[in-house]
């Protein structure tokens, strides 16, 4: 078996978690990287170099943070003896934060995202299989020129479409409507599917990242919480509607109002599957709202939305329309 290397750089989260002696609670991202992957057993034909770079709950993580970790993953790929590189996280911000690599790194080796629902210490822990899963897709050249992808039970996804879909069962991530790139089975990586193309929007750690707000419209919805974000001066909105697009009516004006203050504003769906559309003619729906200079957001969730919408702005790219609608 040809010999490979991995780096696996740690920053916190359940998967490097233990017990307060205080509370007998989880403290998420005390346990070292190194202290992890001895007990992962890893084959004999892969060394891991392992990189604690921070150790944090995944809601502690910042846009900076993942600034300093794309350096990091740049640094450790551009070395001819790495095959790819492991990143581990905790699983609450793990979509958004393998999507945002996705976006900013451009890369042929395999990056892989992965954590646990379960602490180490835990009965039934998934820590230690999913790391030995994720190294052991790290080092396929079935992923090369994937992107971003991440492994949890047993199963690859890609980074676009991957969302947390349980609080805690070991099953804590799915691709709704479009499936998992690929399995691992007895140490073996298949892969059954690949995504057409990447993309690539080059940004730097000295980048300022613009602040954008996601807005979750219900029956009833007034325009408050749209008037906050322009009050505090967002660069963008994400309006997380309903069905294929709508809103209320009563937040139309303020909508239109924001973009004329040159907010951006994207329209995405609050709906598993399925994308945004201009099927109605009527106050909020999404033709209303295109008409009024709201950009249609497709099928991505609004998470993945306001990460688009960031990468788009910071890397100065010129035509946010475009941006989610490239073809149209």
Not at 100 to 109: A, E, Q, R, S
Not at 212 to 230: E, Q, T
């Amino acid at each position: 078996m040809e010999k490979k290397k991995v780096v696996l750089i740690a920053t916190g989260g359940t998967i490097a978690s233990r017990k307060r002696a205080d509370s007998g609670l989880l403290e998420s991202g005390v346990i070292s990287g190194e202290e992890i992957v001895e007990l992962c057993d890893i084959p004999g034909y892969i060394d891991v170099e392992v990189e604690s770079l921070f150790q944090k709950a995944s809601m502690h993580i910042l846009f900076e943070d993942l600034l300093e970790l794309k350096n990091r993953i740049d640094y450790q790929l551009a070395k001819d003896d790495v095959s790819g590189v492991v990143v581990t996280q905790g699983t609450d911000t793990l979509e958004e934060s393998s999507y945002f690599i996705n976006l900013i790194t451009n890369h042929k080796k395999p990056i892989v995202f992965t954590g646990s629902q379960r602490s180490p210490g835990e009965v039934g822990t998934d820590a230690f299989i999913n790391i030995k899963h994720a190294i052991l897709t790290s080092c396929s050249e079935d992923l090369n020129d994937v992107g971003v992808v991440v492994v949890f039970n047993e199963r690859i996804f890609h980074s676009r479409y991957v969302k947390k879909e349980h609080a805690s069962n070991i099953q804590g991530f799915n691709s709704f409507g479009f499936g998992y790139l690929g399995i691992i089975d007895n140490e073996t990586v298949h892969m059954f599917q690949k995504p057409l193309e990447n993309e690539f929007y080059p940004i730097s750690i000295s980048t300022a990242l613009p602040t954008i707000d996601i807005i979750k419209c219900y029956m009833g919805a007034n325009d408050r919480f749209l008037k906050a974000s322009r009050e505090a001066g967002v660069d963008g909105i994400i309006l997380e509607g309903v069905g294929r697009g709508q809103v209320t009516p009563n937040m139309m004006a303020e909508i239109a109002h924001c973009i004329q203050k040159g907010i951006y504003v994207v329209i995405t769906t609050s709906a598993v599957e399925g994308e945004v559309y201009t099927t109605y003619d009527y106050e909020g729906s999404t033709f209303d709202l295109k008409k009024a200079g709201v950009i249609l957001g497709r099928d991505y969730d609004s998470k993945k939305a306001r990460i688009r919408l960031m990468v788009g702005i910071a890397s100065k790219h010129m035509n946010m329309e475009r941006l989610f609608n490239p073809d149209r």
